[in-house]
Nanobody, 113 residues
Framework: QVQLVESGGGLVQPGGSLRLSCAAS????????MAWYRQAPGKERELVAV???????NYADSVKGRFTISRDNAKNTVYLQMNRLKPDDTGVYYC???????WGQGTQVTVSS
């Protein structure tokens, strides 16, 4: 049984930082690419960042230079470090096992003063 469990969301002021975590189980984590998506109210879910099994990364243009995706294969965990947050970053952030149907339950990120 595959489980992806996100944590780390919350309310932060513009310019602040948050780190999201996603703990995976039921997959051979080190062999899988992992991704973060987000969905803002009234908008479609969009890809934020992806990290390949070998560690290479890709980012949406809107978060380049501010967000960093990383992985710890020893802990079966993928992270999303979010810096210089903006109100437009508000949404539910989901962890995804790339190329599969497996998603986490989501964690809310709200950027507001």
């Amino acid at each position: 049984q595959v489980q992806l469990v996100e944590s780390g969301g919350g309310l932060v002021q513009p310019g602040g930082s948050l780190r999201l975590s996603c703990a995976a189980s039921g997959i051979i984590f080190r062999l899988n690419a992992m991704a973060w998506y987000r969905q803002a109210p009234g908008k479609e879910r969009e890809l934020v960042a992806v990290v390949a099994s070998g560690g290479s990364t890709n980012y949406a243009d809107s978060v380049k230079g501010r967000f960093t995706i990383s992985r710890d294969n020893a802990k079966n965990t993928v992270y999303l470090q979010m810096n210089r947050l903006k109100p437009d970053d508000t949404g539910v952030y989901y962890c995804h096992n790339w190329g599969s149907d497996y998603w986490g339950q989501g964690t809310q990120v709200t950027v507001s003063s």
